[in-house]
T-cell receptor, first 111, second 113 residues
């Protein structure tokens, strides 16, 4: 699976949009971009995934660039409960079952 | 909304003892996983399980570890002869299909003294 690069940490004001970037320049055509988050030491929580089109669900939006080399997770109105470590994971649909978690981005939402 | 559950939430054991961590995956899911996270470190894959056998395992998952689906609802991770370095959070996950989205449980914190 392709490697991802994320900033170590970010801050966001409560109520504002949080935009979390992820670089995956070696992504191949059959690899999906997944986002999970981990609040404190809880189990990772699935947020969203996509292949090449932008995706939106009740939690977030995922914007994938046309060349698919990077993506941005958008939390439209960040709350204090969104403070967590966010993981961008690139995963081959027909590949291994396991998820590879990197170090992620620690997002702190500030009151 | 269906969710993965794990018991116990915290397990304390003496070095050399055997522990069994239990998970109840989402009911219609067929693929099951164990991950672990040592304090302050990354979440690491241990093993995946499908159709009553191991699909994949990492190099961490050595002979000390075993998994089992003893009945139609539970999925267990057994650690024989625990070591201090086995202290970690252990997360169970399940998915509908092998390549599909994995949903995680809240974890069991294992402390080996």
């Amino acid at each position: 699976d392709a490697k991802t690069t994320q900033p170590t940490s970010m801050d966001c004001a409560e109520g504002r949009a949080a935009n979390l970037p992820c670089n995956h320049s070696t992504i191949s055509g059959n690899e999906y971009v997944y986002w999970y988050r981990q609040i404190h030491s809880q189990g990772p929580q699935y947020i969203i995934h996509g292949l090449k089109n932008n995706e939106t669900n009740e939690m977030a939006s995922l914007i994938i660039t046309e060349d698919r080399k990077s993506s941005t997770l958008i939390l439209p109105h960040a709350t204090l409960r969104d403070t967590a470590v966010y993981y961008c994971i690139v995963r081959v649909w027909g590949g291994a079952n396991n998820l590879f978690f990197g170090t992620g981005t620690r997002l702190t939402v500030i009151p | 909304e269906p969710e993965v559950t794990q018991t116990p939430s915290h397990q304390v054991t003496q070095m050399g003892q055997e522990v069994i961590l239990r998970c109840v995956p989402i009911s219609n899911h067929l693929y099951f996983y164990w991950y672990r996270q040592i304090l302050g470190q990354k979440v690491e894959f241990l093993v995946s399980f499908y159709n009553n056998e191991i699909s994949e395992k990492s190099e961490i998952f050595d002979d000390q570890f075993s998994v089992e689906r003893p009945d139609g609802s539970n999925f267990t991770l057994k650690i024989r002869s625990t070591k201090l370095e086995d202290s970690a959070m252990y997360f169970c996950a399940s998915s509908d299909r092998g390549r599909d989205t994995q949903y995680f449980g809240p974890g069991t914190r294992l402390t080996v003294l």
